[in-house]
Nanobody, 115 residues
Framework: QVQLVESGGGLVQPGGSLRLSCVAS????????MYWFRQAPGKSLEWVSS????????SYPDSVKGRFTVSRDNAKNTLYLQMNSLKFDDTAIYYC????????RGQGTQVTVSS
């Protein structure tokens, strides 16, 4: 079955950086678009990035554009999210998914931006 395991979260000061990873199994990763989402306390799930199967087509919402970079290594079945210039509002649980609604996602990794 599909399994997604996120890691790399933690506590970071404003302006800091983190790199998230998502290891996928149970499906053909190299043929799947992949997505990052996040959910802040008391808020709904928010889309953070999309990347095509070959990594050519990439999209971000304005809230993270220019600060976050998504990438993938199909040989390692791994999705990444490099997050720079982190802000308080980036505090959330981050999930990766292979569908646009995040119906199937991992357990998430907590990112906390705090001084």
């Amino acid at each position: 079955q599909v399994q997604l395991v996120e890691s790399g979260g933690g506590l970071v000061q404003p302006g800091g950086s983190l790199r998230l990873s998502c290891v996928a199994s149970g499906f053909t990763f190299g043929k799947s678009w992949m997505y990052w989402f996040r959910q802040a306390p008391g808020k709904s799930l928010e889309w953070v990035s999309s990347i095509s199967d070959g990594g050519v087509t990439i999209s971000y919402p304005d809230s993270v554009k220019g600060r976050f970079t998504v990438s993938r290594d199909n040989a390692k079945n791994t999705l990444y999210l490099q997050m720079n210039s982190l802000k308080f509002d980036d505090t959330a649980i981050y999930y990766c998914s292979k569908d646009t609604r995040a119906e199937v996602r991992g357990q998430g990794t907590q990112v906390t931006v705090s001084s």
